[in-house]
């Protein structure tokens, strides 16, 4: 059946049909350097000046490789501030991305009050290209906060917190979970926008980010893992003894 | 030349926290008095019985000129914010030359505004006057006359209508005067000169012509002094911080214009509160680079303060800054971008609330052992990136996890993949001996690392050593 014959497709050909679209949005986006992701956030990439919600549960999935891109270019010449982040940044690894360390700022906050009073701060001074900020215990309240601080700036403002938030409300107008990749998706980051300024959009995005090895090597590991890690053990019990 | 006179008509009983109605003496009669007590009907040169009779609840202060002196020396250094050429007439008024400096400030009646509301700010009452001749400014801050003069030829119309008083002369010469029918400064500049001369000997003369701008009128300038330690005492122990904080703020002012007319800045200074039994309780306020900012200073010692517990009352609190460095006036930047200097003022303040060491840049660190490989720096330091360094996860976990190994293989939740390796890393046995004295050395190590993938998708890097399987680093 062709597209033009499908009864759908002839109601949308009708003129006085109107499909929602994205809102147009006056500020220009950070292009985040995916086109799949940046062709559905309103404005073309990261808001500037609004809070972005990154709701990840476990670590380690590649939820930060998909701010590295907009992060190391604006880290050329703008501040990036990391605040509270639950692990140790490895200095290399940063540079390694491509982030300008002498334009990197680390906050470590004694507790999830001081964490959201020093992202208040940061926001609110607007000197910041960027601020990224672990509240994994904010409320509605500080959320709100930071969101009032976070307007008339230019900064990206990101905040990350557990998956299980997403069903608790928030006053972030761009929210993005954040798993890894199942079966075939392997290797990719898939991303749920559960909101954004304009239609909903139910589709997850499947990202491919920077991972420590490529995604064809991946398979080919996949496939042989049983007889890698029946070798590997081995060989370190001899090179340790 | 334009001067401006600031007279503090109520320093003497202004220097001891504000209560009413009140009044200081000096020589049992009385030399300054508030709102309060003049409402009661006490006037200047009253005996204290008097006074007293006339309001029974009045307290009343001695007159201390080592106080007043302090005070004034810390309003002059304070008046160094508008102006570098500060004078002070003794015992309660500052000339300030402001002619050179108007147009910094936007014009005389936006520098009038900004130096009265400083004045005000720090519960100062003042009576300023502006003319183009020092004495012509100061005879007017007297009277009280709110005067602007800006040129020479107006200044005779202006003082005119001036008392004679202001002439501070002894109650003796003011009868004199008053005997020939002179009662306003306009009745003196009528009387011949040569004459005057004559029975009040030659100053009278000489001041009347150097208030008329018609002979120089040189003044010793205040020297700002070389180290900064101003000291306030309290006439009352003090043991609540806000009350302190409005008493050390008096001092952050000084000291913001002390810097200022020295052309210098600081980045650490102390405030040193000495307690009744003679011991001492010392504040350091640090900023993340040099400054003379009152507004930066203030709100560290306000965060310091807040967070301050007094072990007992404090009696006296002196402000210290002896690390002046040549700070030039700073220009602003012409396409719009954020110096290291426009964000000190926001460091500052985290770090005053967090701690000093929990704000800070990253700085890579030439060793292969991972959890040495990174140093927290008061600010980062660039670093090249090197294309041929294996991958290297963003985290480490601050300490490794031990993970179980189940049939060779290393688990969490769930058995590991094992993608990439084994990369041997071995180094430092140099720090072997001292990993029980400092922190930072962690031993010598001997360690397979693995990138893992975990079966809920993370990505991990792991290693293997003598003791098994642990878990180190996020590949996020």
Redesign the interface.
């Known amino acids: 059946m062709s597209a033009s014959s499908s009864p759908l497709a002839q109601v949308l050909q009708r003129a006085d049909v109107w499909r929602g679209r994205l809102a147009q949005v006056s500020v220009e986006g950070e292009p985040s350097g995916f086109d799949v992701l940046d062709a559905e956030l309103p404005g073309g990439g990261w808001p500037r000046g609004a809070l972005t919600e990154l709701l990840v549960s476990?670590?380690?999935?590649?939820?930060?490789?998909l701010l590295l891109p907009a992060l190391a270019r604006l880290s050329q010449?703008?501040?990036v501030a990391l605040i509270a982040?639950s692990?140790?940044?490895?200095?290399?690894?940063?540079?390694?991305?491509?982030i300008?360390?002498?334009?990197?700022?680390?906050?470590?906050?004694?507790d999830a009050m001081?964490a959201a009073?020093?992202t208040e701060?940061?926001l609110a001074?607007g000197?910041f290209a960027a601020v990224l900020s672990w509240l994994p215990k904010a409320n509605a309240y500080a959320l709100r906060r930071l969101q009032l601080a976070a307007e008339g700036q230019r900064s990206l403002a990101f905040v990350m917190r557990p998956t299980h938030a997403a069903s608790s409300s928030s006053p972030a107008p761009l929210r993005l979970t954040l798993?890894?990749?199942?079966a075939d998706d392997?290797g990719y980051l898939i991303a749920r926008l559960i909101k954004r300024r304009g239609p909903l959009q139910h589709q997850p995005l499947r990202l491919m980010v920077k991972?420590?090895?490529p995604l064809a090597?991946?398979n080919k590991?996949?496939i042989t893992?049983l007889s890698?890690?029946?070798r590997?053990?081995t060989?370190?019990d001899v090179?340790?003894k | 030349m334009l001067w401006l006179a600031l007279y503090f008509p109520r320093l003497a009983i202004e220097i001891y926290p504000p209560q009413s109605p009140c009044v200081a003496v000096e020589k049992d009669r009385i030399c300054a008095l508030d709102t309060a007590a003049a409402e009661a009907g006490i006037e200047h040169g009253m005996r204290l019985a008097s006074a007293l009779g006339l309001s029974p609840g009045l307290i009343v202060y001695q007159r201390d000129i080592v106080r007043e002196t302090q005070a004034l020396d810390a309003l002059a250094c304070w008046a160094g914010n508008f102006t570098p050429q500060v004078s002070v007439v003794s015992p309660d008024s500052l000339l300030l030359e402001i002619g050179g400096c108007l147009r910094l400030f936007g014009g005389l009646p936006a520098l009038h505004r900004q130096v009265l509301a400083g004045c005000a700010e720090q519960g100062w009452s003042v009576q300023a006057a502006v003319a183009p001749t020092p004495l012509a400014a100061y005879w007017l801050a007297l009277a009280g006359e709110d005067a602007m003069v800006q040129t020479s030829h107006a200044i005779a119309t202006v003082l005119a209508p001036l008392p004679i008083e202001v002439l501070k002369f002894n109650d003796n010469e003011i009868n004199r005067l008053s005997s020939f029918g002179v009662r306003e400064l306009g009745d003196v500049f009528r009387l011949p000169r040569d004459g005057l001369a004559r029975r009040f000997g030659p100053q009278l003369p000489t001041l009347l012509a150097r208030a008329l701008g018609e002979i120089p009128d040189p003044r010793p300038w205040f020297v700002f002094p070389e180290c900064f330690a101003q000291r306030i005492e309290l006439p009352a122990p003090v043991d609540n911080t806000q009350a302190l904080f409005f008493v050390a703020r008096r001092l952050v002012l000084a000291l913001s214009g002390w810097l200022s007319a020295r052309a210098s800045g600081i980045d650490t200074c102390r405030l040193v509160l000495r307690h009744h039994d003679q011991t001492t309780t010392e504040v350091t306020l640090k900023m993340a680079g040099y400054t003379r900012d009152a507004k930066r200073i203030e709100r560290i010692l306000r965060e310091r303060l807040d967070r301050l517990q007094l072990a007992a009352p404090v009696e006296t609190c002196v402000l210290i800054a002896d690390a002046a460095q040549a700070l030039p006036g700073s220009t602003d930047s012409l396409f719009g971008e954020v110096a290291v200097e426009a964000l000190a003022p926001l460091i500052e303040r985290l770090r005053a609330r967090l701690g000093e060491d929990k704000v800070g840049g990253l700085a890579a660190v030439a060793d292969y052992r991972p959890e040495c490989a990174t140093a927290m720096q008061m600010q980062g330091r660039a670093c090249m990136p090197h294309s041929h360094d294996r991958q290297r996860p963003l985290w480490l976990l601050p300490q490794a996890r031990t993970l179980p190994e189940v049939n060779g293989r290393p688990h969490h939740a769930g058995p590991l993949q094992l993608l990439a390796g084994p990369e041997r890393i071995e180094s430092g046995w140099w720090d072997e001996d001292e990993i029980h004295d400092t922190h930072s050395a962690c031993g010598d190590v001997r360690r397979d690392y693995f990138v893992a993938l975990s079966s809920r998708g993370e990505w991990m890097w792991i290693y293997r050593d003598g003791a098994g399987w642990h878990w180190q680093g996020i590949f996020s």
């Open positions: 476990q670590q380690g999935v590649g939820e930060l490789s010449t703008g501040w982040p692990h140790l940044p490895h200095a290399a690894a940063w540079a390694g991305a491509g300008a360390l002498e334009h990197l700022w680390l906050v470590r906050a004694n001081d009073w020093a701060q940061v001074s000197a798993e890894a990749g199942q392997v991972r420590p090895l090597r991946l590991k996949r893992h890698l890690s029946r590997q053990p060989m370190t090179l340790l």
